[in-house]
């Protein structure tokens, strides 16, 4: 089929995963108040540590012929 055009480039879709650690910053009265507004809300991040774990293709990768 050598009058075939491509259409669009292959391209191949990819997951990456992270491991992050962060330290987070809460103003609050108590310990259980601040844990309720960390999961509802969020709070200050200070810092944020990130390592890429993988990498692994979804689809659209070329086969080898």
Same mark, same amino acid.
């Given at each position: 089929? /050598?009058?075939v055009t491509k259409i669009k480039?292959?391209?191949p879709?990819? $997951?990456f995963s992270f491991e992050v650690v962060?330290? $987070?910053h809460i103003i609050g009265d108590n310990? /259980?108040?601040a844990k309720t507004q960390l999961d509802?809300?969020?709070g200050i991040v200070t810092k944020r540590d990130v390592k890429l774990?993988?990498?692994e $293709?979804?689809?659209g990768e070329k086969e080898n012929k």
């Open positions: 089929m /050598s009058n480039e292959e391209k879709t990819k $997951v962060m330290l $987070v310990e /259980s108040e509802e809300k969020g774990l993988n990498t $293709v979804l689809y």
